[in-house]
Antibody, heavy 116, light 112 residues
Framework: QVQLVESGGGLVKPGGSLRISCVASGFSFSDYYMTWFRQAPGKGLECVSFISGSSGDTQYAASVRGRFTISRDNAKNSLYLQMDSLRVEDTAVYYC?????????WGQGTLVTVSP | DVVMTQSPLSLAVTLGQPASISCRSSQSLVYSDGNTYLSWFQQRPGQSPRRLIYKVSNRDSGVPNRFSGSESGTDFTLKISRVEAEDVGNYYCMQGAHWPWTFGQGTKVEIK
């Protein structure tokens, strides 16, 4: 069965950096676009970024463009999100999901807290 | 960005009664491949989102058949024919036709 397991969340100060990861299993990882979503505490869902199977196609939400970088390592069945210049408003649970346009599989999420 | 306007934002339903959630998109959700990328998600407290419906009306495996999706132009509807206690949670519509994918504000479903 499909499994997506995020890790790497934690507490970071404004302006700091963090890299979160998602390890996939149960499907041919390299065949799928993957997406990061996030959900601020008590708020709704927001898409952050997606990446194609070959890494040739990436997109970012305007709120993170220039600060976040999505990447993947198909040999390790892993998806990453490098988050730089973090802001308090980036505080959220970050989920990886697939496929991109209509995500049917989600991880359990990893909490990123940006606080002074 | 495509705006997804969801209503109502909260809904209290008697067990066994029907419920309906509406989602209106600010533009067509038909992608160049001819598909309409409108999905519905359920999120129970403390859990990850769970997809219920994809491409407007296709029910996911394991989703009870009391859940159904429909469309009329840019208006989309999720219906629960008879609400059960396990249906409590937040429901979101999402469009995947135009980047950035966008969600409705969510509808909180409670039992009356």
């Amino acid at each position: 069965q499909v499994q997506l397991v995020e890790s790497g969340g934690g507490l970071v100060k404004p302006g700091g950096s963090l890299r979160i990861s998602c390890v996939a299993s149960g499907f041919s990882f390299s065949d799928y676009y993957m997406t990061w979503f996030r959900q601020a505490p008590g708020k709704g869902l927001e898409c952050v970024s997606f990446i194609s199977g070959s890494s040739g196609d990436t997109q970012y939400a305007a709120s993170v463009r220039g600060r976040f970088t999505i990447s993947r390592d198909n040999a390790k069945n892993s998806l990453y999100l490098q988050m730089d210049s973090l802001r308090v408003e980036d505080t959220a649970v970050y989920y990886c999901a697939r496929p991109s346009r209509e995500p049917g599989d989600w991880g359990q999420g990893t909490l990123v807290t940006v606080s002074p | 960005d495509v705006v997804m306007t969801q209503s109502p934002l909260s809904l209290a339903v008697t067990l066994g009664q029907p419920a309906s959630i509406s989602c209106r998109s600010s533009q067509s959700l038909v992608y160049s491949d001819g598909n309409t990328y409108l999905s519905w998600f359920q999120q129970r407290p403390g859990q990850s989102p769970r997809r219920l419906i994809y491409k407007v009306s296709n029910r996911d495996s394991g989703v009870p058949n009391r859940f159904s999706g429909s469309e009329s132009g840019t208006d989309f509807t999720l219906k629960i024919s008879r609400v059960e206690a396990e249906d409590v949670g937040n429901y979101y519509c999402m469009q995947g036709a135009h980047w950035p994918w966008t969600f409705g504000q969510g509808t909180k479903v409670e039992i009356k």
